[in-house]
Nanobody
Framework: QVQLVESGGGLVQPGGSLRLSCAASGSIYSIHFMGWYRQAPGKERELVASVTSSGSTNSADSVKGRFTISRDNAKNTVYLEMNSLKPEDTAVYFC??????????????WGQGTQVSVSS
């Protein structure tokens, strides 16, 4: 059983910054993948940024140069540092992780989502 808990969302002005955190807990053996997705009203959920078990990172073209994903393996936590925020970044941001549990099960887990609103 694995839980993902997100924090750090909120309301900021355009050009501002936020840092999202996602902590994984439970019967974790290893984490293969952690990433951030977002979904704005009326739009499909999209991958924002991700980090693999090897440490390789990737990000969507729309956020490159503004968002940075990082991880703390000791804490099973992934972060998304968001700078130069734009109104179009407004969305619910979801943490996602592919986890191998202690009993050998590999599952795809989602956090509850955290609201990011960018408005003046």
């Amino acid at each position: 059983q694995v839980q993902l808990v997100e924090s750090g969302g909120g309301l900021v002005q355009p050009g501002g910054s936020l840092r999202l955190s996602c902590a994984a807990s439970g019967s974790i053996y290893s984490i293969h993948f952690m990433g951030w997705y977002r979904q704005a009203p009326g739009k499909e959920r999209e991958l924002v940024a991700s980090v693999t078990s090897s440490g390789s990172t990737n990000s969507a073209d729309s956020v490159k140069g503004r968002f940075t994903i990082s991880r703390d393996n000791a804490k099973n936590t992934v972060y998304l540092e968001m700078n130069s925020l734009k109104p179009e970044d407004t969305a619910v941001y979801f943490c996602n992780s592919v986890v191998r549990t202690l009993n050998g099960y590999v599952g795809n887990y989602w956090g509850q989502g955290t609201q990011v609103s960018v408005s003046s």
